[in-house]
């Protein structure tokens, strides 16, 4: 049986200013289990100025929905699920990854309780646009979205990350993206020299992760790098190797994949045969 989605719109509800044209004429998703929630940011919303709403309360629904729509925003509850196709990370991360749909750079507010820092970062690495604490006032829901409407931010796509740029300075046109890219530019560093600090970074940030694989993957690309007597092309293909493999441990580990220690096992092949070349 096909269910069409609860569609909210104008002329259900009094005029209000928009925050963005672009509102009135594409639809907001909203997926929400809770009815009380749900009706409360319903009507925040239409106060925002959104005259387009479609309400689900499965994200299974909510993924068929957006096949059906082309919205212009995606509002999401995140509470404690047991059935792990209601994990609205794993949602955002389904999102992310539908390379050539029409909804995937689509931002993507999610609203919960207070959470650890782990599961904020978590909900960033999947492509999170904002995260919001709940409860909150009326007028920090509409605050976020009229700052997403005009300050919207690139969408990067990368082996590692795809979702709204989260540097909040804006990128720039033909500059480097990165301090480190900028100082070799500059002339204060050299490309080996800031490929070892990288190096250094990457793996600090896996010990701080705690996960035996990734600590690997770090010490991996610290044992290639402090090898290197020049940094050009070839090296930093076995660099975004190690960015690759750490995404994809991260993917299958939030998907509960178990075969994970055979990405880095192959890495570290393909690393022992590069310095074999040498």
């Known amino acids: 049986m096909n269910i069409e989605p609860l569609r909210l719109t104008e002329a259900e509800s009094a005029p209000a200013a928009p925050v963005a044209r672009d509102w009135s004429r594409r639809p907001t998703l909203v997926l929400n289990s809770n009815s009380f929630m749900r009706n409360i940011l319903i009507n925040v919303l239409r106060d925002a100025g959104v005259r387009d709403i479609v309400v689900e309360t499965h994200a299974s629904r909510a993924m068929h929905a957006l096949r059906e729509i082309s919205p212009a925003l995606i509002v999401a509850d995140w509470a404690e699920q047991t059935d792990p196709d209601e994990d609205r990370v794993r949602l955002l991360q389904r999102i992310r990854a539908s390379q050539g749909s029409h909804y995937r750079e689509t931002p993507v507010i999610l609203m919960s309780a207070p959470r650890p820092r782990a599961d904020i970062e978590r909900a960033r690495d999947a492509g999170a646009s904002e995260y919001l604490v709940t409860p909150l006032a009326p007028i920090t829901l509409i605050n976020r979205l009229k ?132």
């Open 147 to 278: 700052s997403l409407q005009t300050d919207q931010r690139a969408f990067v796509d990368s082996s590692r990350f795809a979702g709204p740029d989260r540097r909040r300075r804006p990128r720039r046109e033909r500059k480097p993206s990165f301090k480190r890219s900028s100082d070799v530019e500059a002339g204060l560093t050299t490309p080996m020299e800031a490929a070892r600090r990288a190096a250094l970074a990457l793996s600090h940030e896996t010990r701080l992760s705690g996960d035996p694989l990734a600590i690997r993957v770090g010490r991996s690309l610290q044992r290639f790098i402090s090898r290197q007597d020049s940094y050009a092309a070839a090296e930093a293909e076995v660099v975004e190797m190690h960015r690759a493999a750490l995404a994809q441990l991260i993917r299958m580990a939030d998907n509960g994949d178990p075969l994970r220690d055979p990405v880095v096992t192959g890495l570290e092949m393909i690393v022992d045969k590069r310095l074999g070349q040498r």
